[in-house]
């Protein structure tokens, strides 16, 4: 199966793909974790998929026809902007299984659910902020909090934005917050920001949270926040300033550590800090920020740490210092930089 052209509807329709969300085995979990590392971008269609198909569960019933039929017309629906939207806490206490209901209440039902859905990720009802490789760009919200965005990040957020009880935006890429405290009817409004299946709640704070390659890390600079994770609230860890959390897919549990918050901050000034870092994560970063693909032809470098800062707008800086360090020959062709 060519999935490289799949949409996250696409996605939430295949039965691999639904068995690997659901029911997780060594195959499904290899292909899919080999699939994403080949194709990076593809990771933002994957997770709203994800999203998708933990809330929606396909009874064996229903033909590939129908399943397509299906999804033309919940996309119909979610295109009419006079369609009401159902919040989804707003269910019976008994529930029969999908399966056994008719099937206009299962559209309607998948229906509700993507509309919910779409308040987040529809642009008639959302605001996205996008940058470019090599852009850093800040933002004022409605209340008045400012969001610095690393390159290639992305921001978005209800435009109802304000009038919500609590401020929520979602953010892929890194960002640094510093929010305002804001009350609304004699009551605290919390600001709450979504990065993978983290959850980061804050009422007045500036704090960094990177958000790639299925990795999180959230470092406060000043005030507390609190980060729960939205699919075991028990794991859950309150951060004082000069702390740092994280989580990726091979280590879920949240753990603290104390660090020099400049390491995770300096870039919101336009300078690229860093302290004992592999060749291989720096590698990572150069392609995250500036589209480059840097290729270590030599493996014994990828291990190498180095130590130093280079200007963000500015790569080059860093490969001259990185050649004054090591005995390599760098060559670059275009956007691939090879290391011997």
């Given amino acids: 199966m060519n999935y490289l052209h799949f949409t996250e509807e696409d996605f939430a329709a295949d039965d691999f793909f639904q068995r690997w969300v659901l029911e997780a085995d060594s195959a499904s979990e290899s292909f899919w974790q080999n699939w994403l590392a080949e194709h990076p971008e593809k990771r933002p269609v994957v997770k709203k998929a994800q999203?998708?198909?933990?809330?929606?569960?396909?009874?064996?019933?229903?033909?590939?026809?129908e399943r397509s039929s299906m999804w033309q017309a919940?996309?119909?629906?979610?295109?009419?902007?006079?369609?009401?939207?159902?919040?989804?806490?707003?269910q019976p206490a008994h529930s029969i299984g999908w399966w056994k209901r008719p099937v206009w209440v299962v559209a309607a039902g998948i229906a509700v659910i993507l509309?919910?859905?779409a308040l987040i990720y529809n642009p008639l009802r959302t605001k996205e902020i996008q940058t470019a490789y090599g852009e850093i760009r800040q933002i004022t919200l409605a209340d008045g909090s400012t969001v610095t965005l690393n390159a290639h990040s992305r921001l978005h957020f209800a435009n109802d934005f304000l009038d919500r009880p609590s401020r929520e935006v979602w953010v892929e890429g890194e960002a640094?917050?510093?929010?305002?405290?804001r009350s609304a009817n004699g009551k605290r409004v919390p600001f709450v920001v979504h990065a993978n299946t983290l959850k980061i709640q804050v009422l007045g704070t500036a704090f960094n949270v990177l958000n790639r390659r299925d990795k999180v890390d959230v470092a406060l600079e000043h005030g507390s926040v609190k980060v729960v994770d939205e699919q075991n609230?028990?794991?859950?860890?309150?951060?004082?300033?000069?702390?740092?959390v994280s989580q990726s897919h091979e280590k879920v549990r949240l753990v603290k550590q104390a660090?020099?918050?400049d390491d995770y901050t300096a870039w919101k000034d336009k300078v690229i800090l860093f302290k004992q870092k592999s060749l291989a994560e720096i590698?990572?970063?150069?392609?995250?920020?500036?589209?480059l693909d840097?290729?270590?032809d030599n493996p014994a470098l990828k291990q190498e740490t180095f130590t130093g800062s280079f200007p963000a707008d500015s790569a080059e800086v860093f490969f001259a210092k990185l050649q004054r360090m090591y005995p390599i020959s760098i060559h670059k062709d275009g956007d691939v930089v090879h290391l011997k």
């Fill in 74 to 90: 919940i996309q119909a629906n979610l295109n009419d902007d006079a369609t009401p939207v159902v919040p989804l806490w707003e």
């Fill in 233 to 244: 609230e028990q794991n859950t860890v309150m951060l004082k300033p000069g702390e740092k």
């Fill in 259 to 261: 660090i020099q918050i």
């Fill in 283 to 291: 590698a990572d970063m150069l392609k995250d920020m500036y589209n």
């Fill in 176 to 181: 640094f917050f510093d929010v305002v405290k």
């Fill in 294 to 296: 840097v290729v270590i």
């Fill in 115 to 117: 509309l919910s859905y």
């Fill in 51 to 65: 999203w998708l198909v933990q809330h929606i569960s396909f009874g064996e019933t229903w033909t590939p026809s």
